[in-house]
T-cell receptor, first 112, second 114 residues
């Protein structure tokens, strides 16, 4: 189908690692992204990975890509209360024009 | 500068009003997008402009009319909206075609139709 799937909710203790998962649909997608959205705000681009990579690390963020299974994950190390937000994965489908399709979103709640 | 600026931040309009949402970027991006986001849902693509030409219209009702007057500006003209059109409207931009295509989003316009 067309949907990019994510689990709805994740709750972690401050200082632990968080892992947010995403299953996308289009094997020809060139880029895959992670966005963060805080309440009432727009989308903040956190990181992205090109489809020929299997891992990318950016400070506390690690992105893993399993292209065979069309599975993407975002690991946040040392999760802080300020990381509480909704996280969206997105896939870039490039045919005649770039089209960014978002996952269903995962609400991350960090408790002390 | 990786900023996409949207105005206004909030808008309340009646069903007979005509209003416009504005979006501006100065990153030299040639692709610009309008997304609609309902509460607790992911953003849904409405329109894509590439090199100032409309390239994707995701079957959006004609009461929404996009316009791209130049490579830095994107407007969304609103007329005769319905209460169910109330949502957060997000603008985004990216380099069009090939290479690194990070898409940057504005903070959105929260629209309420009464």
């Amino acid at each position: 189908g067309e949907d990019v799937e994510q689990s709805l909710f994740l709750s972690v203790r401050e200082g632990d690692s968080s892992v947010i998962n995403c299953t996308y649909t289009d094997s020809s997608s060139t880029y895959l992204y992670w966005y963060k959205q805080e309440p009432g705000a727009g989308l903040q681009l956190l990181t992205y990975i090109f489809s020929n990579m299997d891992m990318k690390q950016d400070q506390r963020l690690t992105v893993l890509l399993n292209k065979k299974d069309k599975h993407l994950s975002l690991r946040i190390a040392d999760t802080q209360t300020g990381d509480s937000a909704i996280y969206f994965c997105a896939e870039l489908r490039s045919y005649n024009t770039d089209k960014l399709i978002f996952g269903t979103g995962t609400r991350l709640q960090v408790f002390p | 500068d990786t900023e996409v600026t949207q105005t206004p931040k909030h808008l309340v309009m009646g069903m007979t009003n005509k209003k416009s949402l504005k979006c501006e970027q100065h990153m030299g991006h040639r692709a610009m997008y309008w997304y609609k986001q309902k509460a607790k849902k992911p953003p849904e693509l409405m329109f894509v402009y590439s090199y100032e030409k409309l390239s994707i219209n995701e079957s959006v009702p004609s009461r929404f009319s996009p316009e791209c007057p130049n490579s830095s500006l994107l407007n969304l003209h609103l007329h005769a909206l319905q209460p169910e059109d109330s949502a957060l409207y997000l603008c985004a931009s990216s380099r069009s075609g090939g290479g690194n295509t990070e898409a940057f989003f504005g903070q959105g316009t929260r629209l309420t139709v009464v």
